[in-house]
């Protein structure tokens, strides 16, 4: 397998996760929002990085990983909240709660690398 693949497939997990949290979230007025807005963003992240794997371009790659990048650290925070908010029974949102944090630093270095051989082409070649 790939390493493409196995993020692409670590990224559609979290998504599917983060939809299981967002179906599991009670009728309520603050965590409806809630449960909108992390709908929107984790199914985001999956969307960019998706896109991102066919680039145009260099740079196409750099701006789709770097939507893809705040999407997840949106991602981040409205688990934080519905954690804060004690939701869900936490054992639920723990190994989800960690997993932005590791696909942020997968998505900086790769948003970092690309936009360091853009500035710098020449002594980046093969």
Known sequence: ?????????????????????????????????LRDQLFRSATSVAANYAE?????SRKDFAHKMGIALKELVESRMWLRIIAMKAYLDPNTLQSLLTEP??????????????????????????
């Open 101 to 126: 944090d590791e696909l942020v630093r997968i998505f900086q270095a790769s948003v970092s690398t690309t936009r360091q051989r853009l500035a710098n082409p020449e002594s980046h070649e093969s």
């Open 52 to 56: 991102a794997s066919v680039p145009e």
């Open 1 to 33: 397998m790939n390493k493409n693949f196995d993020l692409e497939e670590r990224v559609a997990s979290f998504a599917a996760r983060a939809i299981t949290v967002c179906e599991a979230l009670p009728s309520k007025t603050g965590s409806a929002h």
